[in-house]
């Protein structure tokens, strides 16, 4: 199993970042948006109330004049953003590590993992499976042995990420391991499961179509309807 850090590296770029984050997020909240935003997401984790493009906007500001980090650098930032409850320092430490993902080794794998199990749900962990995981696996492809284990794992967000890392993969997708995934979490009843497996493959058939309507139809009595409807929904 893939160990998990217990400690945040020092980081000056991060205690800069950060102390202009809680700076200047907190005074372009809105309370009431933040109540409509708390319950979109079913009140997983209380939120500011920042509208995105203006998080974004805010974002810039906050990197203006910063140098590149290192892995180290990425690892306080992101870890630090997910300590705080608000969701809006959530978000912006997942936009970080999707611009400087290239920056870091097969060693980050465990902070992701860890930001993964923190206040998971859908917002934070499909852009993490998708474009920080699956570029580490892309950069160091013996991690798909890790993807090996989280797709067996207990939580269901891990397992999720596994089904989901290769979503950018196109023609460097390992089909044989899309497929093997699909079919060992096909039996799960959760519905972030079945939709996963049901994306992974949509997004799968852009490239190989045939592949996906192939396998859709060969085991239709074991994946889930929504899994197969999903899964052959633009073909």
């Known amino acids: ?8 590296p020092a980081s000056a770029l991060a205690d800069t970042l950060l102390g202009r984050l809680t700076e200047v997020y907190p ?5 009431f948006r933040a109540q409509e935003m708390v319950a979109y997401m079913k009140g997983v984790v209380p939120f500011l109330g920042i509208r995105t493009p203006e998080r974004r906007a805010l974002s810039r500001t906050v990197l203006d004049g910063t140098p590149r980090p290192d892995e180290a650098d990425c690892a306080a930032v992101a870890l630090r953003c997910f300590a705080l409850p608000e969701r809006e320092y ?3 430490a997942v936009d970080y590590l999707r611009r400087h993902v290239r920056r870091c080794s097969s060693g980050f794998l465990p902070v992701t993992r860890r930001l993964i199990t923190t206040d998971s749900w859908w917002d934070t962990v499909d852009h993490l499976a998708a474009h920080v995981v699956g570029g580490l696996v892309a950069a160091d492809p013996a991690l798909a042995a890790r993807m090996d284990e989280w797709i067996e794992d207990d939580d269901l967000w891990v397992a999720r990420t596994a089904l989901l890392h290769q979503l950018r993969f196109k ?3 390992d089909a044989d391991r899309l497929f093997s995934y699909c079919l060992r979490r096909a039996a799960d009843t959760d519905f972030f499961l ?13 490239t190989a179509p045939g592949e996906v309507r192939a396998f859709v139809e060969a085991h239709r009595t074991r994946l889930a309807p929504l899994s197969a409807r999903e899964a052959l929904k633009h073909l």
């Open 90 to 92: 959530h978000y912006f």
């Open 1 to 8: 199993m893939t160990s998990v850090p217990s400690a945040v």
């Open 171 to 173: 023609d460097a997708t």
């Open 194 to 206: 079945r939709k996963a497996i049901g994306w992974a493959l949509r997004e799968y058939a852009k």
């Open 27 to 31: 005074a372009a909240g809105d309370p």
